[in-house]
């Protein structure tokens, strides 16, 4: 079983709003922190947000105040809630697991797409 598999991306209108799940192994989930990064056509991934076994989160400039990360131990499950979406928000999103905020992740999801339209 991969430790990562998200779900929940799709096509959605610019202004609308998508919700991101990722499923994660229990060896994983309750000790890493989680993120999200995306990667658009033609461009690198880059970090989107995370959030630490604790919960504390931090957001990339990009997505602050329009993103929000949540997690749910119970389900051993990350979210990521995404309103007011912009077409420039368009790109395969991945899951992502780290042993903290601060190290670069040691687990990757395969991806969800996720498409904006103007």
């Known amino acids: 079983q991969a430790p990562l598999v998200e779900s929940g991306g799709g096509l959605v209108q610019a202004g609308g709003s998508l919700r991101l799940s990722c499923a994660a192994s229990?060896?994983?989930?309750?000790?890493?922190?989680m993120g999200w990064f995306r990667q658009a056509p033609g461009k690198q991934r880059e970090y989107v947000v995370s959030i630490s076994s604790g919960g504390i989160t931090n957001y990339a400039n990009s997505v602050k105040g329009r993103f929000t990360i949540s997690r749910d131990n119970a389900r051993d499950t990350v979210y990521l809630q995404m309103n007011s979406l912009k077409p420039e928000d368009t790109a395969i999103y991945y899951c992502?697991?780290?042993?903290?905020?601060?190290?670069?992740?040691?687990?990757w999801g395969q991806g969800t797409q996720v498409t904006v339209s103007s």
């Open positions: 229990g060896s994983i989930f309750s000790e890493y922190a």
């Open positions: 992502a697991a780290s042993r903290t905020l601060y190290d670069s992740p040691g687990y």
